[in-house]
C-alpha cells in the first residue's frame, strides 16, 4: 500500500554527480524509514543511505560517507540521494525503499520496493 517510484539514474563520468529521486505514494504516513539500495550484476543487493520522516535520523555505508547524502521532503513524500565523486565500482541498479518499523542496514527490515532507476558510471 505504499508505492516507490525512483528518478534521475543515468550514464556520468567518474567524479560526476548525479541526484536521484523516489516519490512515495499510498499509505506513505505508514512508513517510519526511507533506504537506498544499490545492485550490481552478479552482485548482492547492498546498503547504501536511509533517513527517517520524522526528525531526519540518517545512516549511510561507509563506502558512500562524505560522497553522498541523503535528503527529504515530507511535503512532497520524497527522498533523495545526492551523488557526488562518483566512481565505476558505484554503477549498479539503485533501488528505493520503504520500512514501516526501523531505519537499518539490512534489505529485511524493509517492506516495499521501487522498480530501480540504472546509474552507469565510466572511467
Known amino acids: 500500500q505504499v508505492q516507490l517510484v525512483e528518478s534521475g539514474g543515468g550514464l556520468v563520468q567518474a567524479g560526476g554527480s548525479l541526484r536521484l529521486s523516489c516519490a512515495a505514494s499510498?499509505?506513505?504516513?505508514?512508513?517510519?524509514?526511507m533506504g537506498w539500495f544499490r545492485q550490481a550484476p552478479g552482485k548482492e543487493r547492498d546498503f547504501v543511505a536511509g533517513?527517517?520522516?520524522?526528525?531526519?535520523?540518517?545512516l549511510y555505508a561507509d563506502s558512500v560517507k562524505g560522497r553522498f547524502t541523503i535528503s527529504k521532503d515530507n511535503a512532497k513524500n520524497t527522498v533523495y540521494l545526492q551523488m557526488n565523486s562518483l566512481k565505476t565500482e558505484d554503477t549498479a541498479v539503485y533501488y528505493c525503499?520503504?520500512?514501516?518499523?526501523?531505519?537499518?542496514?539490512?534489505?529485511?527490515?524493509?517492506?516495499?520496493w521501487g522498480q530501480g532507476t540504472q546509474v552507469t558510471v565510466s572511467s
Open positions: 533517513i527517517t520522516w520524522s526528525g531526519g535520523s540518517r
Open positions: 525503499a520503504a520500512s514501516l518499523t526501523a531505519l537499518g542496514r539490512r534489505a529485511s527490515s524493509y517492506d516495499y
Open positions: 499510498g499509505r506513505t504516513f505508514s512508513s517510519y524509514g
